[in-house]
């Protein structure tokens, strides 16, 4: 069986990526003058989802062979250089490590809120004292 039937030609049918997005990304990286057709827009697409699918089954190979359940960046990294993109995967860790840091910093904030102690109304309170009394200091300096 290859990797594309293990997938299912059936799902594979719904499975695509944002065209709004992908034009986008492909606008940034062309010259002004040169424009991209609708049909290699398309065919970058397709593409990138047959990339993602390679990826994924090989990094799915790697996570069995270790009998791991879930896949894990590290498996990711692995598969690539399995299959011979050992020139991304310095790119593809520092992705990594920015997104960790981004999550990290994304848990202080939770944190905060939940270390606060106080309930949602009670917040939505603070807030409004909060912007009433900068509406007033505002008033009060425009007389």
């Known amino acids: 069986m290859s990797d594309r039937e293990a997938f299912g030609s059936a ?6 990526l944002p065209k709004a997005t992908v034009s986008k990304m492909i606008s940034e990286l062309l010259p002004n ?28 190979d790697v996570c069995e062979e270790e009998s791991k359940k879930t896949i894990a960046p590290e498996h990711i990294i692995s598969a690539l250089k399995r299959l011979g993109f050992d020139a991304f995967t310095s790119d593809v860790e520092d ?4 997104h960790k840091a981004q999550q990290k910093d994304r848990d202080k904030k939770v944190s905060k809120l939940e270390q606060s102690g106080l309930t949602e109304e009670e ?21």
């Open 95 to 98: 992705v990594l490590k920015d």
């Open 11 to 16: 799902v594979d049918d719904e499975l695509s």
């Open 33 to 60: 003058d040169i424009s991209c057709a609708k049909e290699t827009r398309d065919l970058v697409i397709e593409c990138c989802v047959e990339f993602i699918h390679l990826i994924a089954s090989e990094a799915n």
């Open 123 to 143: 917040l939505l309170a603070k807030q409004e004292e909060l912007f009433a009394a900068s509406r007033a200091k505002f008033q009060n300096a425009q007389q």
